[in-house]
């Protein structure tokens, strides 16, 4: 399977099925066994977390709240990039990195537009196929009326060397090259920030859920990841992350340099930045005043978010503390919210129908329809879940796990924080070349062993080789939305290069840094737990010809 998700010889989601298959031919799982790891209450979890993003996208929540950003952060450049890095990063810990991205490139693009017209794309059309090829490998799941957009203000047929508006026609080489730093900088930074913002939150990304179905089939008593954990350890880190690589591309643009505080603007750049200006406070006016519905979304997303926050935060007692322990999981608080979108009204109910015997039985339209559900989640993420689930479970049951923890001694003698440090690295550059589902589920049965064997809490490799998955910035097949940006036409693949290797450098110090700090405290990372040595115990009393018959099966 982790062959088959690499190369994508099959479709993905067809690949999360093979255990589905091959465990029962091989004698390795029953199916009925198998078949249960692709709805356990994570799924769940997630697909509430989808369904949420659909209703926030029907009503175009998320582009009001983009624009109110982008209005506070004001039109400089490097205020704008800021602007949208924090707008993207914030909805990608609500919707996926996909969607995120999708959702932000067209504002960007109108933006953008505003400020210098028609950017100039020479030496970029020979690209062509290659971005085109970038999209189909990842298999985008977007939002069609934004994607069209962007299509839509593409000019497949103009030539090469697109004529700029006449009071933007550059005097200068180099102001001529200010504006296509710009350009870089605001589309690179999209995409960059929504895979970071992912990491934020259980439901942001795929591998941070794999990592609690896999901490529930390796440990089934560890408890100490939940929404509300998991949240006060990686948001620190998310803005973290995000303040250095907003200045770091920032500086690398144009957007900030030490000369640009004190020269004085000119008077084409004020301009430009007065028409940005205008051209967000229109769209922010052509939105209208603020539904019924998309206040209903809202106050349902923020119950949303704090139900989960609070559940079980660690630190203090959560109201699942009222209920029989055990009993509620984040995955029964997600679907208990979302399932109000469905009967919920989209507009507002007047008292005077109650009391109206004569007034017309018209059906009302509620948040979300199913049919809407249905065609704007994205299902095959599911199976994805599932089948890294499935494959988890397999291991453990065949006693693969075991035969890998007994490969591991020479790294026995391996320092923890050099581990974490190796680890993260190693992470992060094969996730440049497949994608994170795959990585992470190949890695994460491998750090569980090896965590074991190093006597170190089975979290503190386990974590930094989940977030690692995301921190994949150099290539624009590495993730989804680095095709999208990739495929807009602005962007060289030398750009994602020289951009994203000092990303991916500073996300691995900064991981290494926040594990050896405040993960500390909060996952008690300083002692071995009681459930990772029953773990160790079930391993060693597994019957040594077990693994042995497994791979003699194999």
């Keep these: 399977m982790a062959v088959y998700w690499c190369t994508e010889a099959l479709p993905l989601s067809v690949t999360a099925l093979l255990p589905i298959i091959l465990f029962p031919f091989l004698g390795i799982l029953p199916s009925n066994k198998v078949c249960a790891q692709y709805f356990l209450d994570t799924n769940f979890l997630f697909l509430s977390g989808l369904i949420m993003a659909s209703a926030i996208e029907e009503w175009n929540l998320h582009r009001r709240i983009a624009l109110k950003v982008l209005m506070l952060t004001g039109v400089q450049p490097a205020r704008l990039i800021l ?56 298999g985008l799941h977007t939002v069609p009326t934004e994607m069209q957009f962007i299509a839509g203000t593409e000019d497949k047929d103009c030539p090469e060397e697109a004529e700029a508006p006449t009071d933007l026609q550059a005097n200068s080489k180099k102001e001529e090259e200010y504006r ?59 803005l973290m992350f995000l303040l250095v690589a907003w200045l770091w591309i920032s500086f690398l643009y144009g957007g900030i340099t030490l000369r640009g505080w004190r020269k004085k603007k000119s008077e084409i750049r004020s301009d430009a930045e007065n028409r940005a200006r205008a051209m967000i406070q229109e769209e922010f006016q052509n939105l209208g005043p603020i539904k019924f519905a998309e206040q209903a979304v809202f106050i349902l997303f923020c119950i949303f978010a704090i139900l ?62 199913w049919k809407k559900a249905q065609d704007t989640v994205p299902w095959n993420i599911i199976l994805l879940l599932g089948g890294g689930f499935a494959m988890a479970k397999g291991c453990e049951e065949s006693g693969l796990s075991a035969w890998i923890g007994g490969q591991l001694h020479p790294l026995e003698q391996v320092p923890p924080v050099l581990a974490v440090l190796l680890i993260t690295v190693v992470v992060a550059f094969f996730t440049e070349f497949a ?110 010809t077990l693994a042995n018959d497994t791979f003699q099966t194999l």
């Design 308 to 369: 989960l926050f609070s559940r079980d935060p660690k630190f203090i007692p959560g109201w699942a503390s009222l209920f029989t322990p055990g009993f509620i999981s984040d995955a029964v608080t997600g679907v208990s919210i979302v399932t109000i979108l469905f009967f919920f009204p989209s507009q507002k109910p007047s008292l005077k129908w109650w009391f109206d015997f004569k007034a017309p039985n018209t059906e009302t339209e509620p948040l979300l329809t």
């Design 435 to 544: 994608s994170n589902t795959a990585t992470i589920v190949i890695f994460l049965p491998v750090l569980a062993e090896l965590a074991i064997r190093l006597r170190v809490h089975p979290l503190y490799l386990m974590i930094p080789g989940t977030v690692g998955c995301s921190y994949a910035f150099m290539l624009p097949v590495s993730t989804p939305p680095n095709s999208i940006a990739f495929a807009s036409g602005h962007l060289l693949v030398k750009d994602m290069a020289r951009t994203g290797l000092l990303m991916n450098v500073m996300g691995v110090l900064l991981l290494s840094l926040a594990m050896n700090t405040w993960a500390q405290t909060i996952f008690q990372l300083g002692t071995f737990p009681d459930w990772a040595n029953l773990h160790l115990t079930n391993v060693t009393a597994l019957p040594s």
């Design 83 to 138: 602007g949208m890095m924090v707008t993207t990063s914030f909805l990608s810990m609500w919707l996926s990195n996909t969607a995120s991205t999708a959702m932000m490139l067209p504002i960007a693009s109108a933006i953008l537009k505003s400020l210098f017209g028609q950017e100039v794309r020479k030496d970029l059309s020979w690209e062509s196929e290659e971005k085109a090829a970038a999209v189909r490998k990842n």
């Design 180 to 238: 296509r730093n710009i350009w870089k900088g605001f589309l690179i930074s999209i995409p960059y920030s929504a895979s970071i913002g992912g990491t934020a939150t259980l439901t942001g990304t795929a591998p941070n859920l794999i990592l609690l179905g896999q901490l529930k089939s390796f440990f089934p008593q560890c408890d100490v990841v939940n929404f509300g954990s998991w949240f006060i350890f990686a948001f620190p880190l998310m």
